[in-house]
């Protein structure tokens, strides 16, 4: 998500509006029981790998190529820029932490000396398909990681993969690159929508044929309260016809995660609810922020001078970018979406996860 241009298409979405409902993720609630009984194991701890975009990514762009290895990125952690697409954590580090375990280090830094926890392959501003960066796709992240199971080094057997985890995220660049090559065109996304689900749903058989024993993938978020969405407005009001494509992709993701948990027999694969913790952290009340604990909810922190410019950009020694006073307070980092690391993000992830406070149904309406 580091391109600007793969969110040109947030500025016209208006699509379906579907009731979707998502049950309680087992899986950390499953490991967590795992680790309690057995500790370490002999044949080694659990292990995160990682696939998707910038939601998860920490650090695979090349330095050279990506605003991630510019201040103020990395402000908050580890206090220079780390290739993450945020001030500090992404939802990678969240999960690892919650799992007990380090963040796994990105793939372009694998070593087999360095790999225990696992290996991070995601790139932001990627998708199920190409986008506009020239990135590797979730198709070509997965072969990386064949590549360490089966290549000559053997980098994991299956006895390692016994605790095994993937979380994919999927934060819709998809939508991005066909909007914005089909001139905004919004008439075919139903189908756009089918083959993004078609193509997922053989990434996650492959995962799962690959040794990995459980697979987490993520809701689309709240598009509609984006930056780029929510500019028009002052950052007040969320766009609810935008957010009505978020729902309508997260209840296809809902119904074939059923129906690949049907045909394994057992829970294999779950859904990890972004688009409820966006919504809880914002404390969105039709459309508009609540009494939200973030000063300006729907207002990034680090914003350009201009439309011509990023975060992070910079002419000589001229800074082309302000930050918030308080980057505590703010939820959005910056205009590219990745909500920013905070204890009340973090809360809000943990406490809809298994494991958290809330056990129940979560369910998203008009």
């Not at 201009?306 to 980057?327: F, M, W």
Request: include cysteine; glycine fraction near 8%.
């Amino acid at each position: 998500m580091e391109n600007k241009v793969c969110f040109i298409w947030c500025l016209c979405l208006c699509l379906f509006t579907y009731m979707t409902s998502f049950p309680a993720v087992g899986m950390i609630e499953e490991v967590d029981a795992v680790k309690r009984q057995h500790g370490k194991h002999k044949h080694g701890d659990v292990k995160l790998f990682v696939f998707g975009d910038s939601y998860v990514d920490t650090g695979n762009w090349p330095t050279s190529m990506s605003i991630s290895w510019k201040e103020p990125y990395g402000l908050t952690y580890p206090g220079s820029p780390s290739g993450r697409f945020s001030d500090g954590l992404v939802l990678t580090d969240f999960i690892a932490s919650f799992l007990g375990i380090k963040s796994p280090l990105p793939y372009n830094k694998k070593g087999s000396s360095v790999i225990r926890d696992g290996v991070n392959f995601a790139y932001g501003g990627t998708g199920v398909f190409n986008t506009f960066v020239n990135q590797p796709n979730m198709t070509t992240q997965i072969n990386y990681f064949q590549q360490l199971l089966q290549g000559e080094e053997q980098v994991y057997n299956k006895e390692n993969m016994s605790y095994s985890i993937a979380l994919v995220s999927v934060a819709g660049n998809d939508y991005a690159t066909f909007l914005t090559k089909n001139g905004n065109n919004m008439e075919d996304l139903g189908n756009v929508t089918n083959s993004i689900m078609s193509q997922l749903e053989l990434n996650l058989r492959r995962l799962h044929g690959l040794g990995v024993q459980k697979i987490g993938i993520t809701t689309m978020e709240p598009i509609g309260c984006l930056p780029k969405m929510t500019f028009a407005s002052s950052y007040k009001n969320c766009s609810e016809s935008a957010n009505s494509l978020s729902r309508f992709h997260n209840q296809m993701l809902h119904q074939t995660i059923e129906k690949l948990n049907n045909q394994t027999g057992r829970p294999v694969f779950f859904i990890l609810d972004v688009y409820s913790a966006f919504m809880s952290a914002l404390d969105i009340q039709q459309n508009h922020p609540g009494n939200s604990n973030f000063e300006n909810p729907l207002k990034p922190c680090c914003m350009a001078t201009s439309s011509e410019y990023s975060c992070g950009d910079k002419r000589g020694i001229t800074k082309k970018y302000v930050l918030c006073k308080n980057p505590e307070l703010s939820f959005f980092w910056d205009v590219l979406y990745n909500p920013k690391s905070s204890r009340e993000v973090d809360q809000e992830v943990k406490r809809l996860l298994p494991g958290g406070s809330s056990q129940t149904q979560i369910t998203s309406s008009r």
